[in-house]
């Protein structure tokens, strides 16, 4: 059975080409525009909120200003209670010439330096006391950037000037602190000895202390990259010896 085309049919057959070609075209050119207008929707979206969140920044640099300046100002009012930062030979001439103009004898001096970063651990000794602690009270607190430079002190001398040694060393609290001493009266004199153990807080500049802790946060940051590329690499090597 042989099927013919009448003249209408062929006339159906063109359109339909025609139709389905223009389709074919239009679906290839709208959707990448489509789709190329959905990207720029949303590139369009996160540069609103990048701007927002940039304008917020911008709004609260006062407020940020203001807290830094406060805390600034706290932390020169603190740093005015203890000593700065002294080197060993500082140390001796100070203790040493304390001592001199009381008219005792520094018979030993040993001082042992911190180790830069190893911050102090310091009792609050304005807090509550002891009976009225409860069970979850701290120890200490950490002052951020004050170093302890431990000394042992024996001086000679009479009983009354090495008091007054003492008082003067207490009154230098909290700068200065008695940790412990011991008393000695001679048998051959009427000169006593203190053993002295004091400990010396000294307080680093505050733009130092910042800048260090800058360092050690970006030290801590490319550690834990290292660290992360390397477990990353790790696992790799892992799967590919399993496919082999």
Known sequence: ????L??????LLIVLAVVVLIVG???GLLFPLM?????LKEEVLNADIEQQERSQKVESLPALQKREDQVLEEIGKAQQDFYPIMQSMEIDKMLTEMALTKGLTVKDLDIKMPVTGEYTTLKD?????PEEENENTEEGTVYNGIYTASVMMTLSGGRETIQSMMDECAANEPGM???????????ESSSWTLGMTLEIYMCEDTQQYILEQKAAR???KAQAGED???GADTEEDNITEAEE
């Open 1 to 4: 059975m042989t099927l013919k």
């Open 35 to 39: 789709e190329k207008g959905q990207n």
């Open 125 to 129: 000794y304005t807090g509550p006391l």
């Open 218 to 220: 970006e030290a801590a």
């Open 228 to 230: 992360t590329q390397a």
């Open 25 to 27: 075209v239009g679906a």
């Open 177 to 187: 602190r008695i940790t412990d001493f011991t008393w000695q009266s001679s048998k």
């Open 6 to 11: 009448t003249q209408r049919d062929k006339k």
